[in-house]
């Protein structure tokens, strides 16, 4: 059975941890987590739009123990090797035999590292996951927290948009680029449109030309509406534009349009 994110927790520090909670915002995903006492954070109190719990410690370790182990598996980003923070939550997922991906931003690309977690999330997590999102305060990785919340924003590129899409597409049971839609009536559009835009970018990518998409979507159709997930919710205005159908059938899918609110 497929893995699924049921909650994205966090310890609230400015950069990794923020980035978390910022993409399970956007996509809808519940959060959470601990958070130290008095909501400390690098850059003074942690916003209130995240909605942790505080710790009786001010301590950063003990919220940073507490999120592994009250989580089912955990991934750290950082940019370099782990050390400090990074490093003590990777020993206490090792301590508490949970499942812990460490992803170093400096060494993969981000056609990779969406790989590599996607992968993870199926091979070593259960099918129910709530995923502890920890690594690198901003102050140690200047543009972390966009990076992870959404491998910059605007870019079309978010491991949790991504894996998301992957999940909807598989309640049926298959990975086909065709998740369950709301009406027996709309699968004859969604088929015309994607497929059609499907082989435009298997055409842009054989022919080395650019587009909102990422090319990874050419592997196949399932890649695809993952990557095409990734850009509806991030370079929305874009992909509206240059993919007007497509952005359609998707508004329609997701009930919401995220062009509308970047305006």
């Not at 991906?101 to 099918?127: G, Y």
């Not at 196949?220 to 359609?248: D, G």
Request: proline content about 5%; aromatic content about 10%; overall charge negative.
């Amino acid at each position: 059975m497929p893995s699924r994110i049921t909650k994205i927790v966090s310890g609230g520090q400015a950069g990794a941890d923020q980035g978390g909670l910022d993409a399970a915002l956007y996509c809808s995903i519940p959060h959470g987590g601990w958070c130290p006492k008095g909501r400390k954070s690098e850059n003074g109190i942690i916003p209130a739009k995240y909605q942790l719990q505080e710790m009786p410690s001010p301590d950063y370790l003990v919220r940073t123990k507490a999120n592994v182990v009250d989580s089912d598996a955990t991934v750290i980003f950082t940019c370099g090797e782990l050390d400090g923070g990074s490093l003590k939550t990777a020993q206490f997922a090792i301590k508490f035999k949970k499942p812990y991906l460490h992803v170093n931003l400096d060494k993969r690309s981000r056609t990779e590292s969406i790989q590599a977690v996607v992968n993870w999330i199926q091979s070593s997590c259960p099918a129910e996951c709530i995923l502890n999102v920890a690594g690198s305060r901003g102050s140690k990785a200047p543009g972390i927290q966009q990076s992870v919340s959404a491998f910059d924003f605007h870019d079309g590129h978010n491991v949790v948009f991504h894996e998301f899409a992957h999940q909807l597409d598989e309640e049926d049971g298959s990975a086909n680029g065709a998740p369950v839609l709301p009406r027996r009536s709309m699968y004859g559009a969604w088929a015309r449109i994607l497929g059609a835009d499907y082989a435009e970018l298997v055409r842009d990518a054989e022919d080395g030309r650019s587009s909102v998409l990422d090319q990874y979507g050419a592997t196949n159709p399932a890649e695809f509406f993952a990557v095409a997930t990734e850009a509806f919710f991030e370079s929305s205005v874009k992909l509206r534009s240059r993919h007007p159908q497509l952005y359609a059938e998707l508004m329609l899918y997701y009930q919401q349009d995220p062009a509308a609110k970047s305006n």
